[in-house]
């Protein structure tokens, strides 16, 4: 009888042997196939009464300057959010390249990245300011109330632009913050991918 539990755990532990071997030498394709959905940032939802935010760097490599300006994305918010707020905060002056002036901007799509802020300077380092949302961005203007979403996944995808003047920098750091209220109050719900609602 040992003997021939003995030979039963060597056969199995063969087994797996060879089922290890085997999945560990699988072809990479299969792994890269899983997904073919490009990524993005996700709206994220809460359904507690809590502002929500997005943090976010503007440095001076964020993106490829086209004309001394150029956008890229940030983050997203859930259809039908609240804008309420927005800072900046130069980190390490903006430097290099013959700069002179460095401007940042934000917005709901890459053509229209001033409709949450109008540009506002982040040359040289110092305090966070608290900066005025666009007159437009506060509230859901620009974040639902019939607008068609412009998120990958939903919701809003929110954009920085940068633009430098006279020579794009080779050094430089800033913070970005934009605060939001949760579209949750009981009146608000969850809009599918791809819908629109009426401002809640």
């Not at 042997?17 to 899983?34: H, K, M, R």
């Not at 809460?46 to 490599?61: D, E, H, M, S």
């Not at 920085?160 to 949760?182: Q, R």
């Amino acid at each position: 009888m040992r003997k021939f539990i003995r030979n039963l755990v060597a056969s199995v532990g063969l087994a797996l042997s060879v089922l290890a071997i085997g999945v560990l030498s699988a072809p990479e394709v299969a792994l890269a196939q899983l997904s073919t959905a490009p990524r993005g940032p996700v709206p994220r939802y809460f359904q507690t009464q809590q502002t929500g935010y997005l943090r976010f760097a503007i440095n001076f490599n964020s993106c490829v300057y086209v004309t001394l300006t150029c956008t890229f994305k940030v983050g997203s918010v859930p259809y039908n959010a609240f804008m309420m707020r927005a800072y900046t905060q130069n980190i390490t002056t903006f430097s290099g390249g013959g700069v002179t002036a460095m401007t940042a901007s934000f917005g709901t799509t890459s053509s229209a990245a001033t409709n949450l802020m109008a540009a506002v300077t982040i040359l040289t380092a110092g305090n966070a300011v608290t900066q005025s949302l666009a007159a437009g961005g506060l509230g859901t203007t620009v974040t639902g109330d019939g607008i068609a979403q412009s998120g990958l996944n939903g919701g809003f995808d929110i954009y920085v632009t940068i633009t430098a003047t006279t020579g794009a920098p080779t050094a430089g750091a800033a913070m970005g913050l934009i605060e939001y209220a949760f579209p949750n109050d009981g009146s608000c719900a969850p809009v599918p991918l791809g819908s629109t609602a009426a401002g809640c």
